[in-house]
Structures are given as C-alpha cells and as structure tokens.
C-alpha cells in the first residue's frame, strides 16, 4: 500500500487474527446498535454494533482470507482464518458498508446514536442510554425490510 494511503487512514480495524485490515478516509455516516435476529445470529451477540462508511472512503487489505457469505439483498463478511465477522452490506444501501464496531480498532470512539429492531430485543438485555429506539430498522430501505 501506499504511503499516502497510509497518511488518509483516520479509521482502522481488522479481524482478531489480523489476516483482514481495513481502513476509512472519511468518518462514519451511521453508527447503531440493531438487536434483530438476523444479526444475533450472526454475531452470536445478544446485540450487535455497527460503524456506517461510505464504501468508496474504505479500503480493506488481505481481503482474500475473507469469505462472503449472503443471502441477496444482504451479505456479510468474515475472516476465512479466525471467523472474525467484519462487515454487513445491503443490496438495497448502494456505497455504504457497516463494519462491525468490534472489529474497529478503537471500539470507543464510535458511540452508537440509535437502537435498530428493539422489537426484537432479548427481554433481559437492559441498556439505559437515552437512546431513539426503533421498533425496526435505523436505515431505511426502499422496500421497508431489514
Ligand atoms: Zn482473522
Ligand atoms: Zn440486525
């Protein structure tokens, strides 16, 4: 990679074995928490975070050890070496990327501004933030689904 790439990286994260790195330009656009099934599942969280980049600000490295794995419109991504899952795209969110929040490499500088599918939440997961909670999606879709 290029040095001036390197200068441009104000974001940064990876994997846990560190075979996947990643890095953004330009600053989130989104940053939620989203509770729904399909992400606990995912994640094997009982509630998943996201960090929002457009895709065009986020260049990932080693990206041939992570496998895609996805069920149109939705595809998410993992380290193929350590499972470590990375990222979440929709079909239907052209140019953005959601990059899991644990993957970034300081986790504390994304606080999440909003609760997606708290209709979906586990009845003992309590989080007293303050937050907007949305019965459904933070991002809305042409077709209204998750
Ligand atoms: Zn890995
Ligand atoms: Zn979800």
Do not use: W
Request: hydrophobic share 30%; proline share 8%; glycine share 10%.
């Amino acid at each position: 990679m290029s040095a001036a790439a390197e200068t441009n990286a104000i974001h940064t994260g990876g994997c846990r074995c560190g075979a996947v790195r990643f890095e953004a330009k330009a600053d989130p656009v989104h940053v939620s928490y989203c509770h729904c099934g399909d992400c606990r599942r995912a994640s094997g969280a009982p509630v998943s975070a996201f960090v929002g980049f457009r895709a065009d600000d986020v260049t990932f490295r080693e990206t041939q050890s992570a496998s895609r794995f996805g069920v149109s419109p939705i595809t998410r991504t993992f380290c193929g070496i350590c499972g470590s899952p990375l990222t979440y795209t929709d079909a239907r969110l052209e140019g953005q990327v959601y990059l899991v929040l644990g993957a970034m490499d300081e986790p504390q500088n994304y606080p999440p501004s909003v609760h997606g599918y708290v209709s979906e939440q586990l009845p003992f997961f309590h989080i007293d933030d303050g937050l907007p909670r949305r019965e459904t999606t933070t991002v809305p879709r042409p077709e209204g689904a998750r």
